[in-house]
């Protein structure tokens, strides 16, 4: 058999199973150079290109809706506090969530799952639907079947997000893995920090970034090693409540998949059921 393609990012939470050409079971895997990371899932949404890859959970939940032969493992390898990621220009302190409603607030997918938590976080903390807001872009879905909303507009080609906020074309901007670390830009929730610690007291979960999905078929072929390979994945997060695993994943999925609904990024309403069941008959849960 060829070796396992595991497309996978450079968390070190994972470090050291990425360096390890096998799963513990003895089946060899080779680990795909793809930075970042999310430019991996629309290769595999849309064309299967990887026996296991790391996927937003939003892409993940859509894929599932539209029919893609893919199995959502029940298995969160990205987390993240989101309230930090929605940022304004400092010298704009007149920008808040309140005052967003009627803006503009570019992020890279209408679909990034750090876009679906902020638009859930406005919308239930400061009143601000997603409606409300005039989204520009730089991509769209991952998922080829799904079209933005009607108040979503695609930003110039070569015009890069702080650049647009910089000239004033936004009033806000979110972003995730590349927020900058630059005392030009400020949070636009006031003390993000005790704003997410108080919204995960309130939820008891955490905002899940990306989980893991196998392509369908090798996952039939081969439930020995997609169990290793879970296995792997869940004693390397070692127990962590931020990445959780199996029957603890479900409420964070549960609040997903109302809030993609609500969001219009799914064509029709999914349970946990419906998009756990494959993997938990492999993985024998």
């Not at 220009?89 to 309140?98: C, F």
Request: hydrophobic share 50%; proline share 8%; charged share 20%.
């Amino acid at each position: 058999m060829a070796p396992i393609r595991f497309a996978l990012g450079a968390q070190p939470t994972f470090a050291a199973l990425k360096a390890s050409a096998t799963l513990p079971n003895g089946a060899a895997v080779e680990w795909p150079a793809i930075s970042p990371i999310h430019r991996a899932f629309a290769l595999m949404a849309r064309a299967q290109a990887y026996d296991l890859c790391e996927m937003a959970i939003v892409t993940a939940v859509q894929a599932v809706a539209y029919g893609k032969p893919i199995i959502v493992l029940p298995a969160t390898v990205a987390s993240r506090a989101q309230h930090r990621c929605l940022i304004r220009l400092t010298a704009r302190p007149e920008v808040t969530p309140e005052t967003l409603r009627g803006g503009r607030i570019g992020v890279r997918a209408y679909t990034q799952t750090t876009g679906m938590w902020v638009r859930a976080i406005l919308a239930e903390t400061h009143g601000v639907a997603a409606h409300e807001v005039r989204w520009t872009t730089q991509e769209g879905a991952h998922v080829a079947e799904y079209d933005d909303p009607p108040q979503v507009v695609r930003a110039p080609e070569s015009a890069s997000l702080l650049e647009m906020l910089d000239a004033g074309k936004l009033d806000a901007v979110i972003l995730g893995n590349d927020l900058p670390d630059d005392p030009r830009y400020s949070p636009v929730i006031p003390d993000p920090a005790a704003a997410a610690t108080a919204w995960a007291a309130k939820h008891g979960i955490p905002q899940v970034n990306h989980l893991v999905v196998a392509r369908q078929d090798f996952a039939e072929a081969h439930p020995d090693d997609l169990r290793a390979a879970y296995a792997a994945l869940r004693d390397a997060a070692g127990g962590s409540s931020a990445l959780p695993f199996g029957a603890a994943l479900e409420p964070a999925l549960a609040v997903v998949l109302a809030t993609c609904l609500d969001q219009g990024l799914l064509p029709r309403a999914l349970s946990v059921a419906e998009v756990l069941a494959p993997a938990r008959r492999i993985l024998g849960q």
